[in-house]
Structures are given as structure tokens and as C-alpha cells.
């Protein structure tokens, strides 16, 4: 019988994001924007031990994917995978680290029994990347912080089995919501984030029949909702897959990817 892969993510949103992704004693950390405790605790939840992690990788420099990443590395142990301009905008502040492992956006990454596809996004944060995670057979993506539709992503997508994917905001809500114009238009420009429409027509022009779990993610406090983004979702993007949110409070439920 085969080892499965199986997922969940700890927190999701600018408060802090973080997904755990396991094969067998190969247990990944993705990006570390929640505290150490939050991360250990909700881990604890479904039966794991951060102190187990193999490794954390980093995808991009800003605060809600990277700021813990020190804390991870000196109080679980677990060695920092993360491109070098990136990790130079992160260290100081960050705290000091012991084992800091670089790679190139672009790069494949072999880490335990799993592969790691490094995609460059055009997301406003410095050399930022998002991850197709495959043990040979089954493909995994983390696909958030985007800026907009590039043409990677389709070829990405194309065989994902289970896809974390952005669905960050509804226009209606961030036109009239409390922000300055500036952050709008930084939200709603080509180095921000997806809507809910946009990230749906991605999923609907690129994603086959293989998707079985959709998992939208990176959702706005204030100028989104869960219903708003899975019936966006539901009528848009024609996906056959069951479609969860992942909170920005708490951890999701393990996923499997039989």
C-alpha cells in the first residue's frame, strides 16, 4: 500500500500563513507566519510534533509568511529552506539563524521523500515563489500571494490533485470598504492579489478532472467572506472537487491525497 500525502494548513491570511505537508517521516512546513506556539499547538491538534518537522520553506519576504521563521528554526530545530534575496531582506528580522539552506526560484528541491517545484510569482514581495509538492505520482499546490494570472500557473495547475489556492478578495467589498486608495489599488494591481472571480477562472481554465481537493486560501478579513468566495467558486469556476476555506483563525482538516 502506498504512503498517501497529507495536508492541512495551520493558519491562512495576512494574520499569518502556514501549511503543513506530510509523506510518511517527510513532514514540510510552508512559509512560518504564525507564532511557534499557535504552529505547535495547532499541529498538536491533529497528532504531530512540530519538533518532527524535516524542514520549513519560505516563499516570499513579507511579515505573514516569514517573520517566525527564526523562532521555528531555534526552538523546533528545523532547517530553513529559502532563496537568497529573500533570506537577505528576511535576516534581520528574524533573529539569528544556524542552518539556512538556499535555492533559486525555479529550482526542484528533493527533501525526504518528496520533490518541491519552485514557480516565480509576480507578487510584489521580494523573489517570491509558490510550490507544486509531488512525491513522483501525486502533486500538491500552494499557490497564493500570485499578483495576478501569469502563464506558469496553467502548465502548474494542469495535473494538481490537491490545490491551496488564493481567493483573496471581492471587488464589491474592497471598493467600499475602509482602506486608503492606495492599498486598493496595490490589492487589485498586477503585484497584489487575486479576487475570488479571477482566482476562479484560473481554476476553471487550467485545473483537470485529477483535482480532487480545492482549498481557497489567503481570504481578506475585511474585504472578503468564506460564503462570498466558495459561491464565487461554485458558480464560476465548474470544479468538480470538493472546496473547503482555510480559516485565518485555525487549522483546516488533514487532507488526503490517496
Known sequence: MKTPILTCSLNSGSNGNCIYVEKGDTRLLFDAGISGKKAATR????????GEATALVV?????DHAAMAGVYQRKFGVPIYVTQP??????????????VRHFEAGDV?????????????????VDGVIFVVTDGRRRLGIFTDLGHPFPELGAALADIDLLYMES????????????????KARI???????????SALVVRDHCSDRLQTLVLAHLSES???????????RHVSGCGAEIHVASRYGPSSMFTIE
Open 188 to 198: 487589485r494591481g498586477r503585484g497584489g492579489h487575486l479576487s475570488n472571480r479571477e
Open 43 to 50: 499541529l498538536a491538534d491533529h497528532g504531530r510534533d512540530i
Open 86 to 99: 529573500t533570506f537577505e531582506w528576511i535576516e534581520p528580522h528574524i533573529g539569528k539563524t544556524s542552518d
Open 168 to 183: 483573496n478578495y471581492d471587488p464589491d467589498l474592497l471598493r467600499t470598504g475602509g482602506y486608503p486608495p492606495h492599498l
Open 59 to 63: 516563499s516570499h519576504n513579507h511579515a
Open 109 to 125: 528541491l528533493t527533501i525526504g521523500a518528496l520533490q518541491i517545484e519552485t514557480i516565480p510569482t509576480p507578487h510584489d514581495g
Open 223 to 233: 474585504n472578503n467572506e468564506p460564503e462570498i468566495a466558495l459561491e464565487t467558486h
